[in-house]
């Protein structure tokens, strides 16, 4: 079956770095995708990774290796308004994006 | 960027009623559109991934007859909750994918909907 895990919770302190790990399993790969999620609203995208590699977009960046099924989504600089739910979906043979179950993040001061 | 968007946000209704959700890619075409729901504390669970001019593909466990999908034209995708109940309260969420398969899907802001 296809899988995507990726941890349901964690901690870290405003001013700090944060990575976001996601492990996948799936019957082929087209691109794995990170979306925000903030309680009560739609997903936001944040970034694409279809090659190995590590994308940086600011505060944020991902990384992916195709060979491990793996990826990580690292926040640094954390802000309060980071508080949310991060998600991992990965396009399958089909087009199809399978979705993580997602990490909620929590920022303290 | 690419703009979705969803109408109405919210919306209550009694239980028995139907309700149309609409789902509009603003500034390009949407070759597909996908509806998904999420209930409070979960993650998205995908209902049914329509093409334009083409019937809905449903996922296991939803059912067609219920949660009616009409995807007429490249710009608009249709939910509608038939014969509403308390259970199908939830947060509708709809996205839209343009012409490339490896396009990401933009996501409208959502529909909150509450049955009573």
């Known amino acids: 079956g296809q899988n995507i895990d990726q941890p349901t919770e964690m901690t870290a302190t405003e001013g700090a770095i944060v990575q976001i790990n996601c492990t996948y399993q799936?019957?082929?790969?087209?691109?794995l995708f990170w979306y925000q999620q903030h309680a009560g609203e739609a997903p936001t995208f944040l970034s694409y990774?279809?090659l190995d590699g590590l994308e940086e977009k600011g505060r944020f960046s991902s990384f992916l290796s195709r060979s491990k099924g793996y990826s990580y989504l690292l926040l640094k600089e954390l802000q309060m308004k980071d508080s949310a739910s991060y998600l991992c979906?990965?396009?399958?043979?089909?087009?199809?994006?399978?979705w993580g179950a997602g990490t909620k993040l929590i920022i303290k001061p | 960027g690419a703009v979705v968007s969803q109408h109405p946000s919210r919306v209550i209704c009694k239980s028995g009623t139907s309700v149309k959700i609409e789902c509009r890619s603003l500034?390009?075409?949407?070759?597909?559109m996908f509806w998904y729901r999420q209930f409070p504390k979960q993650s998205l669970m995908l209902m049914a991934t329509?093409?334009?001019?083409?019937?809905?593909?449903?996922e296991q466990g939803v059912e067609k007859d219920k949660f009616l999908i009409n995807h007429a034209s490249l710009t608009l995708s249709t939910l509608t909750v038939t014969s509403a109940h308390p259970e199908d309260s939830s947060f509708y969420i709809c996205?839209?994918?343009?012409?490339?398969?490896?396009?990401?899907?933009?996501f409208g802001p959502g529909t909150r909907l509450t049955v009573t």
């Open positions: 996205s839209a994918r343009g012409e490339h398969r490896d396009y990401e899907q933009y």
């Open positions: 500034d390009f075409q949407a070759t597909t």
């Open positions: 329509s093409n334009e001019g083409s019937k809905a593909t449903y």
């Open positions: 799936t019957s082929g790969f087209n691109g």
């Open positions: 990774n279809v």
């Open positions: 979906a990965v396009t399958d043979s089909n087009y199809q994006l399978i």
